[in-house]
């Protein structure tokens, strides 16, 4: 079975999550821009930061046989320095049509401030110029009314709910956001997020339709491994294959790839030595192998020798 | 008359895009050899791999004669169609008393790996090219072996505008990083004392660790191996595995030295086989055959 896991802060996970990520199944990861665990001060960081995104991590992940796609855009929390918001601004139209950039995120409210309000307006302003999808952070706490919000500033701003991933959604937001028409995205995160028990007993009450699962694994405490093993829980406890594909695979590859930026072509076809972007291939693909879940850096920890 | 590279590009690409994306393509470049500003340039980079594709530049051998004579050393096989477009696009772009190295330095900083890749494969095409030397040198501390490949390989500008402190680097990061030595424009011409001796420091350093050394090591050392240390490290190459044979045989009939034509002779299979012309550095095989 094949993932994609559209929520992944790679820039913070080392080589072994990568390969345990292939050696799982994930055939493609979306890194969304986002705060990095403490702010950026100066506009040259996030230049800086986006160019890793948009090009080294890209790389690092062919390594590994991934296919990597990214989301850019001015995170919540950091919308609050205005000066740097400024210049944020400005810049991010230089990074939205790089390649694989899939959409405008991970954009919304963190304490629903005014500058906050202002600037996820502006870059919804700004998928709507460029014609690419958007990726909606929904705040943490005050989740409820701040879920509600985000879509009623999408609507208000015209944009069609098809062309919006709102995530970190729990049992309290999934109703609606289905029900109003955006794509609703669940972090599978320790502690915080969702746990995948619970994501389990969502996909059974509410079925896969426009549902995504994702980790958001970054530099916290965070599995990389989100999306397969909570495939291998629904799977076990009776949720129908074809619903785990949608949740776990296709729903991420339909939402995302309104982009024109991302396409199943991308790693079922990839040229045998892509010499222009040097992305190894899948050998978990190629080599036909049954995919496997193990801890990350488990075959490193089983060897004495290093070469 | 010689055409210009950018005239053997604009034809390139016209012939390749669907005809709605050169008429695109044309009247941008048309806009950023006019009025159009910094802003304009970045979406038209960005826009150019979604309108015209992002297929293998179809090349003939006359192409590539062209481009030669156009400009010597260059060789766009391997160019992509969205690429020379972005090159296009570069060289038609005019910014008001701007350095064109500036330009070239802002959009280094903003670029994605198959940008960058473009950028550099244009560098012996660019104006003032000479100012681009330390921007080259930056693209080489990529750790993308792809952009760096894009500098140092089928590209003149290192052989005209490097060095010899960063073009041995070069050299030696290839290497590094796994990439052949052949495709560097300007091997041999280049070849120089230095790097003579930094080759053979490399090969001592694989052979404590027990590592392989790769054949077209070798051919950086060949012309200038006349005395009894580097001769060593020649006879002990040839004492190796096959692949190791063959590029210390190679680099004793390239060096100057008597005692060279004798260590060769210990091998008469391979310089038979150079003097046959079936051994040469461009045909070297790297992989050991399978056991």
């Given at each position: 079975?094949?993932?994609?896991?559209?929520?992944?802060?790679?820039i913070?996970?080392?080589?072994?999550?990568?390969?345990?990520?292939?050696?799982?199944?994930?055939?493609?990861?979306?890194?969304?821009?986002?705060?990095?665990?403490?702010?950026?001060?100066?506009?040259?960081?996030?230049?800086d930061y986006?160019a890793s995104i948009v090009g080294w991590e890209r790389f690092r992940a062919?390594?590994?046989?991934?296919?990597h796609?990214?989301?850019?855009?001015?995170?919540?929390?950091?919308?609050?320095?205005?000066?740097?918001?400024?210049?944020?601004?400005?810049?991010?139209?230089?990074?939205?049509?790089?390649?694989?950039?899939?959409?405008?995120?991970?954009?919304?409210?963190?304490?629903?401030?005014?500058?906050?309000?202002?600037?996820?307006?502006?870059?919804?302003?700004?998928?709507?110029?460029?014609?690419?999808?958007?990726?909606?952070?929904?705040?943490?706490?005050?989740?409820?009314?701040?879920?509600?919000?985000?879509?009623?500033?999408?609507?208000?701003?015209?944009?069609?709910?098809?062309?919006?991933?709102?995530?970190?959604?729990?049992?309290?937001?999934?109703?609606?956001?289905?029900?109003?028409?955006?794509?609703?995205?669940?972090?599978?995160?320790?502690?915080?997020?969702?746990?995948?028990?619970?994501?389990?007993?969502?996909?059974?009450?509410?079925?896969?339709?426009?549902?995504?699962?994702?980790?958001?694994?970054?530099?916290?405490?965070?599995?990389?491994?989100?999306?397969?093993?909570?495939?291998?829980?629904?799977?076990?406890?009776?949720?129908?294959?074809?619903?785990?594909?949608?949740?776990?695979?296709?729903?991420?590859?339909?939402?995302?790839?309104?982009?024109?930026?991302?396409?199943?072509?991308?790693?079922?076809?990839?040229?045998?030595?892509?010499?222009?972007?040097?992305?190894?291939?899948?050998?978990?693909?190629?080599?036909?192998?049954?995919?496997?879940?193990?801890?990350?850096?488990?075959?490193?920890?089983?060897?004495?020798?290093?070469? | 008359?010689?055409?210009?590279?950018?005239?053997?590009?604009?034809?390139?690409?016209?012939?390749?895009?669907?005809?709605?994306?050169?008429?695109?393509?044309?009247?941008?470049?048309?806009?950023?050899?006019?009025?159009?500003?910094?802003?304009?340039?970045?979406?038209?980079?960005?826009?150019?791999?979604?309108?015209?594709?992002?297929?293998?530049?179809?090349?003939?051998?006359?192409?590539?004669?062209?481009?030669?004579?156009?400009?010597?050393?260059?060789?766009?096989?391997?160019?992509?169609?969205?690429?020379?477009?972005?090159?296009?696009?570069?060289?038609?772009?005019?910014?008001?008393?701007?350095?064109?190295?500036?330009?070239?330095?802002?959009?280094?900083?903003?670029?994605d790996a198959?940008?960058l890749?473009?950028?550099?494969?244009?560098?012996?095409?660019?104006?003032?090219?000479?100012?681009?030397?330390?921007?080259?040198?930056?693209?080489?501390?990529s750790n993308m072996?792809?952009v760096?490949?894009?500098?140092?390989?089928?590209?003149?500008?290192?052989?005209?505008?490097?060095?010899?402190?960063?073009?041995?680097?070069?050299?030696?990061?290839?290497?590094?990083?796994?990439?052949?030595?052949?495709?560097?424009?300007?091997?041999?011409?280049?070849?120089?004392?230095?790097?003579?001796?930094?080759?053979?420091?490399?090969?001592?350093?694989?052979?404590?660790?027990?590592?392989?050394?790769?054949?077209?090591?070798?051919?950086?050392?060949?012309?200038?191996?006349?005395?009894?240390?580097?001769?060593?490290?020649?006879?002990?190459?040839?004492?190796?595995?096959?692949?190791?044979?063959?590029?210390?045989?190679?680099?004793?009939?390239?060096?100057?030295?008597?005692?060279?034509?004798?260590?060769?002779?210990?091998?008469?299979?391979?310089?038979?086989?150079?003097?046959?012309?079936?051994?040469?550095?461009?045909?070297?095989?790297?992989?050991?055959?399978?056991?």
């Amino acid at each position: 079975m094949m993932f994609i896991d559209p929520h992944a802060h790679m820039i913070s996970r080392t080589t072994d999550d990568y390969e345990a990520m292939a050696a799982a199944g994930v055939v493609a990861v979306i890194e969304p821009a986002f705060w990095v665990g403490q702010p950026r001060t100066y506009v040259g960081t996030y230049i800086d930061y986006l160019a890793s995104i948009v090009g080294w991590e890209r790389f690092r992940a062919g390594q590994f046989g991934i296919r990597h796609y990214c989301t850019v855009g001015l995170n919540s929390k950091e919308a609050n320095d205005e000066e740097l918001a400024e210049g944020v601004m400005e810049i991010l139209p230089r990074f939205a049509l790089k390649e694989g950039v899939v959409a405008i995120g991970e954009i919304g409210y963190d304490e629903q401030t005014k500058l906050e309000d202002k600037y996820f307006r502006l870059q919804l302003e700004l998928a709507k110029e460029l014609d690419l999808p958007v990726m909606v952070h929904t705040p943490h706490r005050d989740k409820k009314r701040g879920t509600t919000r985000s879509m009623d500033v999408c609507e208000e701003h015209g944009i069609d709910p098809s062309k919006v991933v709102i995530d970190h959604n729990n049992e309290e937001t999934v109703g609606e956001v289905l029900q109003r028409g955006f794509w609703a995205g669940f972090s599978i995160y320790p502690s915080t997020k969702m746990g995948n028990a619970r994501m389990v007993e969502i996909l059974k009450r509410y079925g896969a339709e426009r549902i995504i699962v994702d980790s958001a694994c970054d530099w916290g405490i965070s599995d990389s491994l989100g999306v397969p093993k909570t495939a291998k829980l629904a799977l076990e406890r009776g949720v129908p294959e074809e619903a785990v594909h949608r949740a776990c695979y296709l729903n991420a590859l339909t939402a995302y790839g309104q982009s024109g930026q991302m396409q199943e072509a991308d790693w079922l076809n990839p040229p045998a030595v892509d010499q222009r972007t040097l992305f190894e291939g899948n050998s978990i693909l190629r080599g036909g192998r049954e995919p496997r879940i193990e801890v990350p850096g488990e075959q490193r920890r089983r060897s004495l020798t290093i070469e | 008359m010689r055409a210009r590279p950018v005239d053997l590009l604009r034809g390139w690409v016209q012939l390749q895009a669907a005809p709605e994306a050169w008429t695109w393509l044309e009247e941008r470049l048309d806009a950023l050899a006019g009025e159009a500003g910094e802003r304009d340039l970045y979406i038209v980079l960005g826009l150019i791999p979604r309108r015209l594709a992002k297929d293998d530049l179809e090349l003939q051998p006359d192409d590539l004669a062209a481009a030669q004579a156009a400009s010597d050393g260059w060789n766009p096989s391997g160019w992509s169609l969205d690429g020379a477009a972005r090159v296009l696009a570069l060289l038609a772009f005019r910014s008001e008393g701007r350095p064109f190295a500036q330009t070239f330095k802002q959009l280094r900083r903003t670029a994605d790996a198959r940008e960058l890749i473009a950028l550099y494969r244009g560098l012996p095409l660019y104006p003032e090219r000479e100012s681009l030397e330390a921007e080259a040198g930056e693209g080489l501390r990529s750790n993308m072996r792809a952009v760096f490949e894009a500098i140092a390989h089928h590209n003149p500008f290192p052989r005209d505008v490097f060095d010899d402190h960063r073009w041995n680097h070069m050299v030696l990061k290839a290497l590094f990083v796994g990439s052949r030595l052949d495709p560097i424009v300007g091997l041999d011409q280049r070849a120089n004392a230095e790097l003579a001796r930094i080759m053979r420091d490399y090969a001592h350093e694989r052979w404590a660790a027990g590592r392989p050394v790769t054949p077209e090591l070798w051919r950086c050392v060949g012309p200038f191996a006349v005395d009894g240390e580097a001769l060593a490290d020649l006879a002990r190459a040839l004492d190796g595995p096959p692949v190791e044979r063959e590029g210390a045989a190679l680099a004793l009939a390239a060096s100057p030295a008597p005692e060279a034509r004798r260590l060769l002779h210990q091998a008469p299979d391979l310089e038979a086989a150079i003097a046959a012309g079936d051994l040469r550095w461009d045909r070297l095989s790297l992989q050991e055959p399978a056991a």
